[in-house]
């Protein structure tokens, strides 16, 4: 179940139950690497931040949430998402439905 709400209006909120497709649990380092002139390479790591996290969201929606939703991604740039992971703040990046099925895509900005 996943909870989506805007910041600055409590009033506009979704509830979702988010497909197996989704992506919640992706997480990853801050890590380059770049070759050297000798034929080896230097490995950079800034280590971990959430805010490096993309949320992929797919769910089956009505037609009721998908207003609510296309509402709330024209008018408002922060979200509350609420996952089993924990709250994040997060900025709607696209929002596509096809036959009632839900992809949004949504990047994590605290």
Not at 40 to 54: I, P
Not at 94 to 110: H, P, Q
Request: charged share 20%; hydrophobic share 35%; glycine share 6%.
């Amino acid at each position: 179940m996943i909870s989506i709400s805007t910041q600055t209006a409590s009033s506009y909120s979704v509830m979702l139950n988010e497909k197996n497709e989704s992506m919640l649990e992706r997480f990853s380092r801050r890590v380059s690497r770049v070759a050297t002139l000798d034929g080896g390479s230097v490995v950079t790591d800034s280590g971990y931040s959430d805010t490096d996290r993309t949320l992929t969201i797919e769910a089956d929606v009505t037609e009721v949430q998908k207003a609510l939703l296309e509402y709330m991604i024209k008018n408002y740039s922060l979200w509350n998402v609420v996952t089993g992971s924990g709250h994040f703040v997060c900025s709607p990046k696209s929002m596509n439905v096809d036959n009632g099925e839900l992809r949004l895509i949504l990047y994590i900005t605290e």
